[in-house]
């Protein structure tokens, strides 16, 4: 399994960005699509996830209301709506994907899409 994440970039706070995951290379249907990033000295925190055949979501807390995670079957890919963007959500946005549950652990990974966030 190939996962590919991008669509990062500059953005002012209370902005929006979205951020795409193409999958390639398996079947998706028993799988679940997980969003984790990762600050500049901090841990990489778990964001949302998604069960790719049913479209079940799960949300971090600090996250919730601001960022939909979805996904096109059609085209494999998923995507993480972020809007109401805060200076906080700087980070590295990585991909991944697993059969394990909405919130990992994740046994693929794609490389990370940098999101700035200035204030």
């Known amino acids: 399994v190939q996962l590919q994440a991008y669509g990062g970039g500059l953005v002012q706070a209370g902005g929006s960005q979205t951020l795409s995951c193409a999958a390639s290379?398996?079947?998706?249907?028993?799988?679940?699509m997980g969003w984790f990033r990762q600050a500049p000295g901090k841990e990489r925190e778990y964001v949302s996830g998604?069960?790719?055949?049913?479209?079940?979501?799960d949300y971090r807390d600090s996250v919730k209301g601001r960022f939909t995670i979805s996904r096109d079957e059609s085209k494999n890919t998923g995507y993480l709506r972020l809007t109401s963007l805060k200076p906080e959500d700087t980070a590295v946005y990585y991909c991944?994907?697993?059969?394990?549950?909405?919130?990992?652990?994740?046994?693929?990974w794609g490389q990370g899409t940098q999101v700035t966030v200035s204030s």
């Open positions: 991944a994907a697993g059969n394990a549950g909405l919130r990992g652990p994740y046994e693929y």
């Open positions: 290379g398996g079947t998706f249907s028993s799988f679940f």
């Open positions: 998604i069960q790719w055949a049913t479209g079940t979501t």
